[in-house]
């Protein structure tokens, strides 16, 4: 006898979506910056600072206007987390360093990533050493982190201390002045951590695993990008995971969900969703055609597109209010007035939610004033100059 698969709508994909990643529904306060990062699994950085840099908005968007320093200790202090390459560049929480196992033997079984050395073993020898007796050190404190040239001509010394890097003898715990300081892993890592004895089958499972726990319900897709692993890979492991899977409404493809979110779903009364603006590398919407998919909502980073070529702005980021994206800004900062440099939004009823974020964000950085600069509607620009009035 075989069992009916279970279905779910798109509304309750995305409500379960908005839900596992901590923007429905009451907020643990008490867990702080650090919960949100266990329940994350990774929180991306990037170097692009506008209000503020993307993982300092990250924990913005679930727990309001927490200062920008806690969020920083969070991170940095005691020992909690360690960065590393995920998504892309991540902060991890501590407990996931035998979890990327595989990611490090399989640097090791490379041989190198972006740069080679001739004198690899010399130059290595050379940062552990230096570690070991001054403790943790930046790449300049180290003997220099470029050549003089482009920001990818990288010293002997930097190539070095990244590879060590990448195949787990050097550790990143914390960050001074967008820095990274490196660390002996032996030194920095827990003990009980400091291993890597999993086998790449238990580390994948284990990140498929956090991963749907992560978003909820995703596809196969989905559940690779999360931790920029292979389908094949999902496919490999995603049967002893625990995820449950399910159909959903208008996606089209096989999606897995987590039975603890399904649980919460069904359990659900009326709940309040965070209106607040979004980082572009925020892990609800980093995922571009998964957020298409729940949200209807196409979004991409223009920081990089030609100026002339932008559509939305630098670094516009989606509105988030009653669990829908609703619009978009590209902020900035001139002195103490926030500029929303480009605005668009989906109608009325978006003008309000988006005159609530701009001026919490506004006083969160310190702003006491905002002002709307441009807007791709003109009855709605002068609504909401009023509304901010």
């Known amino acids: 006898m075989t069992t009916a698969m279970l279905s779910i709508s798109a509304d309750e994909a995305r409500r379960i979506a908005l839900r596992s990643q901590g923007l429905l529904g009451a907020v643990d306060r008490r867990a702080g910056v650090r919960g949100v990062l266990r329940r994350l699994g990774a929180v991306q950085l990037d170097t692009i600072s506008v209000l503020a840099r993307s993982h300092e908005l990250v924990p913005y968007a679930r727990l309001g206007a927490v200062g920008r320093g806690a969020v920083e200790a969070a991170y940095w202090t005691g020992g909690h987390a360690f960065e590393y390459w995920s998504h892309a560049a991540c902060i991890l929480p501590v407990e996931e360093w035998p979890h990327f196992a595989f990611r490090r033997r399989a640097y090791r079984a490379r041989g190198h990533r972006w740069h080679r050395l001739e004198d690899s073993e010399r130059s290595c020898a050379a940062v552990r050493g230096k570690l070991r007796a001054e403790g943790p050190l930046t790449a300049t404190e180290l003997g220099g982190a470029k050549n003089g040239g482009e920001w990818y001509d990288w010293s002997e010394t930097k190539i070095a201390v990244e590879w060590l890097l990448d195949t787990g003898e050097v550790v990143c715990t914390r960050r001074r002045g967008w820095k990274r300081v490196y660390d002996l892993a032996d030194r920095a890592i827990p003990g009980e951590l400091l291993h890597d004895d999993l086998t790449d089958h238990e580390c994948l499972r284990r990140l498929v695993a956090q991963a749907g726990a992560a978003m909820g319900v995703a596809t196969r897709a989905d559940l690779a990008d999360y931790h920029r692993i292979r389908n094949e890979q999902v496919d490999a492991v995603v049967a002893e995971t625990g995820l449950v899977p399910v159909e959903v409404e208008g996606w089209g493809r096989p999606a897995w969900a987590d039975p603890a979110a399904l649980e919460a779903e069904s359990a659900a009364g009326r709940e309040r969703c965070r209106t607040t603006l979004l980082s572009p590398f925020d892990s ?15 979004h991409r980073l223009e920081a990089y597109v030609p100026r002339a070529k932008r559509v939305h702005g630098y670094f516009a980021m989606p509105l988030l209010s009653g669990g829908r994206l609703l619009g978009r800004v590209d902020p900035a ?29 506004a006083g969160w950085v310190g702003c006491d004033a905002v002002r709307v600069e441009r807007c791709d509607d003109r009855e709605l620009a002068a609504a909401l100059t009023a509304a901010l009035d």
């Not at 980093?286 to 949200?295: K, L, Q």
């Not at 900062?333 to 989906?346: F, I, P």
């Not at 309000?352 to 701009?358: D, Q």
């Open 333 to 361: 900062r001139e002195g103490r007035t926030l500029v929303a440099r480009q605005v668009s939004m989906a109608g009325r009823g978006a003008v309000a939610p988006m005159a609530r974020a701009l001026r919490e964000a």
């Open 284 to 298: 609800l919407v980093w995922d571009r055609p998964r957020t298409e998919r729940i949200f209807g909502f196409t």
